[in-house]
């Protein structure tokens, strides 16, 4: 598992760095490539530093990872199979599990240029992006189950979940159909709760 590291990649000391590199964990400092999102992408500090990361792990990922399938865990996932079986089983695959993209599979790069692509438009004119959003919200209890677009309750857009939900809805990012996910995990429980993903 390769964690990026937005920023404070030095308030770890060596020995925990080395205890998670022994548990196979690859530790990256994308702090670089983050700042320089950072600035460009500035109008998003209004929703905190929190969810101003959420929106720009996106492009970080994309950047570093150039090129490469990935599967995107956040760190509060339960797992209980092995991340190389899961990985063997999504090949291919690109979705967003239930609109939370905690559990996130790329397969089709294309993904990341829509985001981008998207972000493009929402930052500059927050308001006005959200507001048409919220027009289109209509009819959204049926694409959360038949496209796993996920649900959400505020007008303003303000987080990742929010954005990459509107897109799902409204058909404008990929997502590959839950029938064929479904069957691809047909042996396994995957779902959301209390905000954790469950594998």
């Known amino acids: 598992i390769n964690v990026l590291f937005l920023n404070g990649i ?12 022994d548990l196979g964990y690859h530790l990256h400092d994308c702090s670089l490539i983050y700042q320089k999102f950072d600035e460009k992408y500035n109008q998003l500090s209004r929703f905190g530093d929190y969810e101003k990361k959420c929106f720009l792990r ?23 199979e092995d991340v190389a079986v899961i990985q063997k089983l999504l090949n291919g695959f690109t979705f967003v ?6 559990f996130t599979c790329i397969s089709d790069l294309s993904w990341f240029d829509i985001y981008k692509c998207e ?8 308001e006005g992006y959200s507001a048409k959003a919220w027009e289109e919200r209509a009819g959204w209890e049926v694409t959360f189950r038949t496209r796993w677009a996920g649900s959400r309750f505020r007008p303003i857009i303000t987080s990742d979940q929010d954005f990459i939900s509107h897109l799902m809805h409204t ?6 159909s839950v029938e064929k996910i479904s069957l691809a995990l047909d042996n396994y429980i995957v779902f959301q709760k209390d905000r954790k993903s469950v594998v």
Do not use: M
């Open 97 to 102: 599990l239930q609109g939370c993209p905690a």
């Open 119 to 126: 972000l493009d438009k929402f930052v500059p004119n927050i």
């Open 171 to 176: 058909g404008r990012i990929i997502q590959d």
């Open 10 to 21: 030095n308030n770890l000391t060596v020995a925990y760095k080395k205890k998670l590199s």
């Open 58 to 80: 996106w492009l970080v990922i994309d950047e570093y990872f150039r090129g490469e399938q990935i599967i995107h865990y956040d760190g509060d996932i339960v797992f209980n």
